[in-house]
C-alpha cells in the first residue's frame, strides 16, 4: 500500500511505500523516539518535535507489490512533498 503522513498543525506531508503499514507506521513512531532501526528522515525530526497526535495517517491505496515505487512516486509529485513536505 501507498501512505500519507499529514502532520495536521504545519502544511506537510510525508508520501510512503511498504508491504508492512503496521510494521512501517511502527517503525515511523520509533523513528521520532530515536529509537528505530529504520535511516534518521526528517518526518521523524518534525514527529518528536511536534508529537505524534499532531499526525494523522492515512492508505491512498493499495498496490501489488511491483507497482508501489510507481504509485509512490505518482503521490509524491501529485502532492508535491519533496518540495511543500517531507519526501
Known amino acids: 500500500a501507498v501512505y500519507i503522513k499529514l502532520l495536521i498543525l504545519i502544511l506537510g506531508a510525508y ?41 494523522s495517517f492515512e492508505v491512498l491505496e493499495k498496490v501489488e507489490k511491483d507497482k508501489l515505487n510507481e504509485r509512490e512516486k505518482y503521490w509524491i509529485d501529485f502532492y508535491q512533498t519533496q518540495s511543500y513536505g517531507y519526501n
Open 15 to 55: 508520501i510512503g511505500r511498504s508491504t508492512d503499514i503496521k510494521k512501517r507506521l511502527t517503525e515511523h513512531v520509533k523513528g521520532a523516539f530515536n529509537i528505530s532501526t529504520i535511516a534518521d528522515q526528517e518526518i521523524h525530526r518534525v514527529m518528536g518535535r511536534e508529537g505524534i497526535d499532531k499526525f
